[in-house]
């Protein structure tokens, strides 16, 4: 999982290799002069790839020596950009997805930032309450009827409160691990289980895939080698797997018509591609055309998420905590007030 940090320093070094391809000077010379743009935070990552371009690295080796500040899906795309020839278009087309994803990261962050502070507020207020306000009960006679005292006790929280921490702690661990599986759904973090990201992560990534296959067909790199770089640069890790598959039938002389079950796998738009496809030409066309409709699939699903998820973070949390805060300090009330009926005189 990245961190904010990271993601800000992969896509300034974006934008700044991006714009020295493009405008076709030495990176080895004018990376120096890209490092003064940028912050103090953003600039030793570039820094790093300047010396080992400097040293006589290819531009991917230096990226691939960054280690986890660099994930590898970036420099399998900018191998493949180097593939095809088309390195500015690959970069260009990875830093409008990537800052999309940031964006949304960020509205999203800030969105849960209201609901969790009223629910750490809550805490705080119904521990309080079981210490100091609940001990004032006691005539009621048995403790267990006030729900609050089954957590909190003299002594503070119970053990079954240390219990659903760790369970909660752990859960948190295992999302973060399957999500440093997925590389691009790192750029989302633990926010990638909210409802709704998923599917703008799956089309980020089908749109990167169908993208990257575009530009290596364009420039006659063979099918095999395009599917396999394609789902390497894509970071979705279940295209992997059906492409890699079909790569190796193809460098066996297999027939792309023969594997309906590895064709199922794909991103639909693509392998309606691959089925028409009868020329590298027609191939390019329909896989532009796919591409261009993922990236616009995926532009309105993040739309759809940076407009409800406010609103849903509030409801849920927001909601959720004013109902259990609402019954916890109530209810030693109501339990008073059937504890006094219940007298005779």
């Known amino acids: 999982?990245?961190?904010?940090?990271?993601?800000?320093?992969?896509?300034?070094?974006?934008?700044?290799?991006?714009?020295?391809?493009?405008?076709?000077?030495?990176?080895?010379?004018?990376?120096?002069?890209?490092?003064?743009?940028?912050?103090?935070?953003?600039?030793?990552?570039?820094?790093?790839?300047?010396?080992?371009?400097?040293?006589?690295?290819?531009?991917?080796?230096?990226?691939?020596?960054?280690?986890?500040?660099?994930?590898?899906?970036?420099?399998?795309?900018?191998?493949?950009?180097?593939?095809?020839?088309?390195?500015?278009?690959?970069?260009?087309?990875?830093?409008?997805?990537?800052?999309?994803?940031?964006?949304?990261?960020?509205?999203?962050?800030?969105?849960?930032?209201?609901?969790?502070?009223?629910?750490?507020?809550?805490?705080?207020?119904?521990?309080?309450?079981?210490?100091?306000?609940?001990?004032?009960?006691?005539?009621?006679?048995?403790?267990?009827?006030?729900?609050?005292?089954?957590?909190?006790?003299?002594?503070?929280?119970?053990?079954?409160?240390?219990?659903?921490?760790?369970?909660?702690?752990?859960v948190l661990a295992a999302a973060a691990w399957r999500v440093k599986r997925n590389p691009i759904a790192a750029a989302m973090g633990l926010l990638g289980w909210a409802p709704g990201v998923g599917a703008t992560l799956r089309l980020s990534g089908y749109a990167a895939y169908t993208w990257t296959l575009c530009l290596l067909v364009q420039n006659r790199v063979p099918l095999a080698s395009s599917l396999r770089l394609s789902a390497e640069a894509s970071g979705w890790r279940r295209l992997e797997e059906p492409s890699l598959a079909l790569a190796a039938k193809l460098e066996r002389g297999g027939n792309l018509r023969a594997e309906p079950a590895l064709l199922e796998e794909l991103p639909p738009l693509v392998r309606i591609g691959l089925l028409i496809g009868d020329t590298p030409e027609r191939l390019a066309e329909a896989l532009a055309a796919a591409a261009e409709d993922y990236d616009r699939r995926a532009r309105e699903s993040a739309s759809r998420v940076a407009a409800y998820f406010p609103a849903a973070a509030v409801a849920v949390i927001g909601g959720t905590t004013l109902g259990v805060y609402a019954y916890l300090m109530l209810q030693p009330y109501v339990q008073a007030l059937i504890e006094i009926v219940g007298w005779r005189p």
């Open 1 to 170: 999982m990245q961190t904010h940090q990271q993601i800000e320093s992969l896509l300034a070094l974006n934008q700044e290799i991006a714009l020295l391809v493009r405008a076709g000077v030495p990176l080895a010379a004018e990376l120096p002069a890209s490092a003064e743009r940028l912050t103090e935070q953003q600039s030793p990552l570039l820094a790093r790839v300047q010396a080992c371009v400097q040293a006589g690295a290819p531009l991917d080796e230096a990226l691939a020596q960054q280690g986890d500040d660099i994930p590898e899906t970036y420099v399998t795309l900018v191998r493949a950009g180097l593939a095809a020839d088309r390195l500015p278009a690959a970069l260009e087309a990875f830093g409008v997805a990537y800052r999309r994803l940031a964006n949304l990261r960020r509205g999203m962050a800030v969105a849960l930032v209201y609901p969790v502070a009223v629910a750490m507020l809550a805490v705080v207020l119904l521990v309080f309450a079981a210490l100091e306000l609940l001990p004032t009960y006691s005539w009621l006679g048995a403790d267990s009827r006030i729900t609050i005292n089954r957590f909190v006790g003299p002594g503070g929280p119970r053990p079954v409160v240390w219990l659903g921490a760790a369970a909660v702690a752990a």
